[in-house]
Structures are given as structure tokens and as C-alpha cells.
């Protein structure tokens, strides 16, 4: 069949249509492909991120691991803790106890000392009475035998038997004299003053001296003669008495 001139160009024309269609559909596909390769870009970011994100995941997983341990041993230290408190509490009150020992043996201690302290003062008292009770029966016999004793001696004669008697000293007090008597030697005033100690010592000599000497204002009546007496002493304190001007006489002496 001859194809006519009218038919070439309507065949020409569908067959440009057609070609026309088919570089459209080219164009749309390279779109795409450009647009695939995009989003393979961006796939390939979104990986990357991801990579990342799993790599601060195992960060923060590791973290939370190390955190986790280290509140472990927080736990462990704060058990052993609480362990040592209950230790030291249980420590204080044994020491509580023990305090509350010692307080009660003080307690008793204090008793027994203030008992004993009271069974001293007793003693103290019969010793000092008994103490007297020699003291007296020396000044008693002294009382006796001095009359002859001094006038044998001394040629002191004696206006009365010796007596205990209190003076007054230079400050206004009183003080006791174991031995106290008025005399005469020959025309001269003498007084007899004397004191009387069971173990006679250097300080009981220098104590009588210090009250005769407290007490010089009520001798001015006439000479003093001065004499101990006592159970016993040394010989060193007799020779200090004598010294001193005093004499001493023994219990004995008074047989």
C-alpha cells in the first residue's frame, strides 16, 4: 500500500508525540535517581548518627555499669559503717557499765573510809584520853615528890603543893600549865613552872619555851625555875633541856 503524503505526516507526528513521551519518563527517572542518591546520602548519615548514637548508648551503658558498682560499694561501706557504729555503741555501754562499776565501788569505798575515818576519830579520842589519863598520873606523882624533891636539891621550898592551872598569856588567851606552884629560895620568889610529856622530845622543849615565853607577863612575881617531866628520852633532849635551863625529871624519880 502506498502511504500517502497525509499519512506520512500523521505516522511523523505520533512518532514525535511518542519519542516526546519517552524523554519525559528519562527525565522523571533521572529525577528519581538523583533523588535515590539523595536518600542513599542521607541513609548513609542516618547510619552514621546511629553509629554514634549506639556508640554514646555504650557510653552511657558503661557509666551506668561503673555508677552501679560504685553504689555497691557505697552499700558495703555504709553496711560496714552501720557494723562499727553497733560495734561502738555496744563498746559504750560496756563502758557505761563499767563506769557505773567504778561508781559503785567508789561508793563503798567512800563508806568504808568514812567509817574507817570515824573508827580513827575513836581511836583518836581513847589515845588522847588515855594519853591524859598517863599525862595525870605523871603530874600527880610530880605534885607529891617535887616539895621534897626541889628542896633537897635546889633548896626551893615550896609555899603549897604543885597545881594544873590555867594563865592567861600575853595575847589574852589561856593556856594550860601542867605544873604550877608559887616558892621561896632562901629570900628570893620563885616560881615552878613545869610540863609533863610520856616521851619527851626536842620540839616538846622548844614548845614549852615558847609558852613560858607567851606567858613571861604573869611571872613577875619571882625567879622561874623550869622542869619537865616524863617516862622517858633521849639523851641528846636532856642535853638540850639542860641547856635551856630546864630540868628534867623521870617517873622514876618520883618513887
Not at 548513609?44 to 556508640?55: F, G, I, P, T, V
Not at 610520856?198 to 622543849?205: F, G, K, T, W
Amino acid at each position: 500500500m502506498q502511504i500517502t503524503g497525509e499519512v506520512y505526516k500523521t505516522i511523523v507526528k505520533i512518532v514525535d508525540e511518542r519519542m516526546k513521551g519517552i524523554r519525559v519518563t528519562r527525565e522523571d527517572f533521572n529525577d528519581l535517581k538523583a533523588i535515590v542518591k539523595d536518600l542513599a546520602k542521607a541513609q548513609e548519615k542516618a547510619e552514621e548518627r546511629l553509629a554514634r548514637l549506639e556508640d554514646a548508648v555504650a557510653e552511657l551503658a558503661e557509666a551506668q555499669r561503673r555508677t552501679e558498682e560504685k553504689v555497691e560499694e557505697l552499700a558495703e561501706a555504709q553496711k560496714r559503717t552501720e557494723e562499727k557504729v553497733e560495734e561502738l555503741a555496744e563498746a559504750q555501754k560496756r563502758t557505761e557499765e563499767k563506769v557505773e562499776e567504778l561508781a559503785e565501788a567508789q561508793r563503798r569505798t567512800e563508806q568504808e573510809l568514812m567509817s574507817l575515818t570515824k573508827t580513827v576519830k575513836n581511836l583518836q579520842k581513847e589515845v588522847g584520853g588515855i594519853s591524859h589519863t598517863i599525862g595525870y598520873t605523871l603530874e600527880n606523882a610530880a605534885y607529891k615528890a617535887l616539895p621534897h624533891l626541889l628542896k633537897e636539891e635546889y633548896n626551893i621550898e615550896l609555899e603549897r603543893k604543885p597545881v594544873r592551872q590555867y594563865l592567861t598569856n600575853a595575847l589574852g588567851r589561856e593556856e594550860e600549865v601542867n605544873i604550877y606552884g608559887l616558892a621561896r629560895k632562901g629570900k628570893e620568889k620563885v616560881v615552878v613552872i613545869g610540863e609533863s610529856k610520856s616521851h619527851l622530845s626536842r620540839r616538846h622543849v622548844d614548845a614549852f619555851l615558847k609558852k613560858v615565853k607567851r606567858l613571861d607577863p604573869m611571872f613577875s612575881k619571882g625567879k622561874k625555875f623550869l622542869l619537865m617531866i616524863t617516862h622517858q628520852s633521849k639523851p641528846k633532849v636532856l642535853n638540850y633541856a639542860k641547856e635551856k635551863g630546864i630540868r628534867v625529871y623521870f617517873s622514876y624519880d618520883f618513887d
